[in-house]
T-cell receptor, first 116, second 114 residues
């Protein structure tokens, strides 16, 4: 069974500093997708970054990068140069292959607070 | 990019009444729609998967008679909370898969039952 673990319920970071949000996963599927979403207080799910299980390079999207360590089954999110608007809940998620249900499995989330 | 429009964004209803939440795919055809529920400070939990033209698949512990899901067309899926009670108050959000691993989320609906 698929499982996503986020061990940091809350994190604080100084504005302009970098922060790493941890995520580990467990799956027996050889093919899967890993995602990070940001959820502000409004509730919408904002897509941040995606990493495919067969991707050789770590994904990057602007200030977001995903530290993918396949052997350790970890997919940590690194946010560089934190901004006040980064304060939100962050969810790590794994997607099963399209031919096996295609559903998301979400972690419990990390609440990030950026301090001025 | 593809958009899923979810309405209403928030709703307050009296206990015992029913509430319908709609999710529309605006510029693509969604043969599948996932419905999630999120309680405060918790993660998204999959409730059910709707498929156009067939019955929805419910996750264990989700009452199918209480949470009616209809996927009548390739662009519309609805979730109806029947005989709502205060414990049904939650954030409900839909998601449609795109090609490959991408997915598109609705804006979510905050339901409060009084």
């Amino acid at each position: 069974a698929q499982k996503i673990t986020q061990t940091q319920p809350g994190m604080f970071v100084q504005e302009k500093e970098a922060v790493t949000l941890d995520c580990t996963y467990d799956t027996s599927d050889p093919s899967y997708g890993l995602f990070w979403y940001k959820q502000p207080s409004s509730g919408e799910m904002i897509f941040l970054i995606y990493q495919g299980s067969y991707d050789q390079q770590n994904a990057t999207e602007g200030r977001y990068s995903l530290n993918f360590q396949k052997a350790r089954k970890s997919a940590n999110l690194v946010i560089s140069a934190s901004q006040l608007g980064d304060s939100a809940m962050y969810f790590c998620a794994m997607r099963s292959p399209p031919n096996t249900g295609n559903q998301f499995y979400f972690g419990t989330g990390t609440s990030l607070t950026v301090i001025p | 990019g593809a958009v899923v429009s979810q309405h209403p964004s928030w709703v307050i209803c009296k206990s015992g009444t029913s509430v319908k939440i709609e999710c529309r795919s605006l510029d693509f055809q969604a043969t599948t729609m996932f419905w999630y529920r999120q309680f405060p400070k918790q993660s998204l939990m999959l409730m059910a998967t709707s498929n156009e033209g067939s019955k929805a698949t419910y996750e264990q512990g989700v009452e199918k008679d209480k949470f009616l899901i209809n996927h009548a067309s390739l662009t519309l899926s609805t979730l109806t909370v029947t005989s709502a009670h205060p414990e049904d108050s939650s954030f409900y959000i839909c998601s449609a898969p795109g090609q490959g691993y991408e997915a598109f989320f609705g804006q979510g609906t905050r339901l409060t039952v009084v």
